[in-house]
């Protein structure tokens, strides 16, 4: 009667990490140097987590003596918590890699925000009439495509964007750079 009940621990318990958020998370997107993630929430904010993990399965390796069976003990502390941000919209806001370890982020407002791994966000990169819908980076060329439903900015570094002359006769939701 005394002895306690051993939780039944999954895989999934024993190496991913999870967090509790307010709202839906909608996209995430790594860091183009893989340090950091960042997850946009359906409420317009998004929760960055770095990808070391402080108590990596590998440190909680044992093996016992006397039967040589190899285990994985749980965690001892919770995970570090996400880093959160204010809300940049109403809804879900684009996202994409940039610089090394760095996003940027397409606001409701039409500014493009450079958000750092800490959650720090920097001044508006680019500013353009309507909110943005979709956004991305190239670090290759190291330009960045902005879209607000309706046409697509071209913008390098930080000052104004240059929209395409091509006439939308739908409406660009997503877009992409090649890789090539």
């Known amino acids: 009667m005394n002895q306690q009940t051993m939780q039944n621990l999954t895989l999934f318990d024993l190496l991913a990490r999870s967090w509790r958020r307010p709202s839906g998370i909608a996209d995430l997107r790594f860091s183009t140097d893989g340090s950091a993630v ?12 770095m ?8 440190t909680r390796i044992r093996v016992s003596n ?11 502390k919770p ?6 941000t204010a809300a940049f919209g109403d809804g879900d806001v684009p996202i994409t890699a940039y610089a090394h370890s760095g996003f940027l982020v397409g606001a ?3 500014e493009v925000v450079h958000l750092a791994a800490d959650g720090e966000a920097a001044a508006p990169l680019v500013k353009i009439d309507g909110p943005i819908v979709a956004i991305d980076h190239s670090p290759r060329t190291d330009m960045t495509a902005i879209s607000n439903g309706h046409a697509v900015f071209l913008s390098r570094g930080q000052g104004g964007a240059v929209q395409l002359k091509h006439a939308a006769t739908s409406s660009m939701d997503a877009l992409a750079f090649s890789p090539g």
């Open 66 to 76: 006397d039967l040589g069976q190899t285990t994985i003990r749980p965690r001892e």
């Open 51 to 58: 990808v070391a993990d402080h108590e990596p399965p590998e």
């Open 38 to 49: 960042a997850f946009t929430c359906v409420d317009g904010t998004i929760a960055i987590a």
């Open 79 to 84: 995970p570090v918590p996400l880093i959160a």
């Open 108 to 110: 409701a407002s039409g």
